[in-house]
């Protein structure tokens, strides 16, 4: 008698394809569902496109100083005025978006792929190494983001690549600990005792069989969390720990802004209204899709 | 009882144990000399390997955490580089208004958030509730300094209520109360904000229960369900809050001292870090462990007050 043996193994491509499409479904049913998720989308996609952008519609060089137009408020020339130095805010805004985006994602991209890839180990493995890993997950968890990314920062130095490092190490346990629970509550529903059953490997069943059903959810988290990081991000610049001057970040001008606060205030307004734009945004976004997501919610409304 | 206690003492201990060595290999192994970075890049070899041996760094990596461990249990937390004096006396001098502060941040937070929270929740889908709802999902959008760069502004120096700088030192008690009055405005709504959210959920959740419904079903007025039935169940998730949310209290207080100058652990902690002075970095670490865990060592003691259910199981 011979023991059917899976035909093909799937490569991690085709885990994630499957991922990547169940988080598609869940999300165009969440959106269906919640209508301020796409206010939320849409303010948030806004300013990507902002971003992107910034190169072909920013009106002037964020960097260009002109000392003679040095504080002025908003006008024709200069929609939202220019800084100490002359440089254009609006110009500086949108330059500033591109670094908020790219250390928000890639923190919380790397966040979110490692602290997955722990909580789903942790809660498939189960037993002692689960208790030790989630107790560690839960120490670093109390301690203050903040706090942890302003001396990991001091001491790597403030890169673009740092700071996403920093904010990426602050978010793992959070990650581990959405990864985890949903990994328990399926790892022993039937389809993965079947699987396993079929003999299926330990990594099909996680990647293949887990990962699917429990990706809706640490997705929502990412956009929740996405907006922590913009936020953490926008503080440790305005502390003077963000990518070095002259590089236009939105902390670092509120941080500028406040300095001739009592005669420009609009210098640390408009990059304030800038972040609350973004973070406004994913949480929406994130409230909106949670609401669709988390179980316990379901047939409320 | 005393066993609980003891349980929860137990534990917290490891815990502090736990942090105080992830916190200490996380800054060891990073990339980075610290005499360096002090020091700068005039320094010759010399005087880095001298400060090394003054920081105990020259030694191997075991018997620093030894020692670190040591210090931290005898009270010994090293000197300041900046101040000359020793850290923990540079830290408890600082300690009480930052107390202050938070303390008052986190009533004002739960005076505001919980009776907005519940109110929402019973009003749910009406206007009272969207209202509390946008203004509490603005309260998490906005970043702490942010908040406080607008109350300064709006409050400081357009309407002149209150002292741009608050010294936190004022002589008298009027003094010491309009110097905190805004940073401890500021810190208490975005709490109020988070306090909101949790307090709406869990109201809801309660108000879906059996009991309620037999309460209803009974002819109990309303405010009596609300009192004596909802409120003590509602507040177990709040409390858990407060030590959920204390790592974003600490953040912002943090945001709140600077912007405010107020003298506090938040500005020490950044002077520290501007200055590279590695120990009081290091006796930072050590302080924010330390209120972490007995944060979350009486949140859990408070549960076993509130539901008395948890003593026991």
Known sequence: ?301 | MTAFLLKRLGFAFITFLAVLTIVFFIIRILPGDPAYAILGDQANEQALQALRARLGLDQPLFVQYLEFLRGVAVGDWGVSLVSGRPVLQDILEVMPATLELTFVSLFLGAVIGIPVGVWSAVRRNKLTDYIARSASLLGLSLPAFVTAVLLLLVFSIQLRWFPVISSGQGATFGERLRDLALPAINLGLIMAAYITRVSRSAMLEVLNQDYVRTAKAKGLSFAIIIRRHCLRNTMIPVVTVVGLYLGILIGNSVLTEIVFNRPGLGKLIIGSLYQRDYPMLQGMMVIYTMIVVLVNLITDLTYGFIDPRIKYS
Request: glycine letters at 10%.
């Open chain 1, 1 to 301: 008698m011979s023991v059917d043996a899976p035909a093909r193994k799937p490569g991690y491509g085709a885990y994630f394809r499957a991922s990547i499409a169940a988080s598609l479904i869940a999300v165009i049913k969440a959106f269906n569902a919640n209508k301020t998720s796409w206010v939320g989308l849409g303010l948030f996609l806004a300013m990507v496109l902002l971003a992107v952008l910034a190169p072909v519609i920013a009106p002037y060089d964020p960097l260009e100083q002109n000392i003679l137009d040095r504080l002025q408020p908003p006008s024709a020339e200069h929609w939202l005025g220019t800084d100490f130095f002359g440089r254009d805010t609006l110009s500086r805004i949108l330059w500033g978006a591109r670094i908020s985006l790219t250390i928000g994602l890639a923190s919380i991209g790397i966040a979110m792929v490692v602290g997955s890839a722990i909580g789903l180990f942790s809660g498939y493995v189960g037993g002692r190494v689960d208790i030790v890993i989630m107790q560690t997950m839960d120490v670093l968890l109390a301690f203050p983001a903040l706090i942890l990314g302003l001396i990991i920062v001091a001491m790597l130095g403030p890169s673009i690549a740092n700071l996403a490092i920093a904010i990426a190490l602050t978010a793992i346990p959070p990650f581990a600990r959405i990864a985890r629970a949903p990994t328990i509550a399926v790892k022993n529903r039937e389809f993965v005792e079947a699987g396993r059953a079929l003999g299926y490997s330990d990594k099909r069943l996680m990647f293949g069989h887990i990962l699917p059903n429990i990706a809706p959810e640490i997705l929502v988290m990412g956009s929740l969390w996405l907006a922590t990081a913009i936020r953490v991000e926008a503080s440790l610049a305005f502390i003077g720990l963000g990518v070095s001057p002259p590089t236009p970040t939105w902390g670092g001008m509120i941080r500028e802004g406040f300095e001739n606060i009592l005669d420009s205030f609009w210098l640390a307004l408009f990059p304030s209204i800038a972040i609350l734009i973004v973070v406004l945004g994913l949480n929406l976004l994130g409230d909106g899709l949670r609401d669709a997501v988390d179980p316990r919610l379901k047939g409320e409304e």
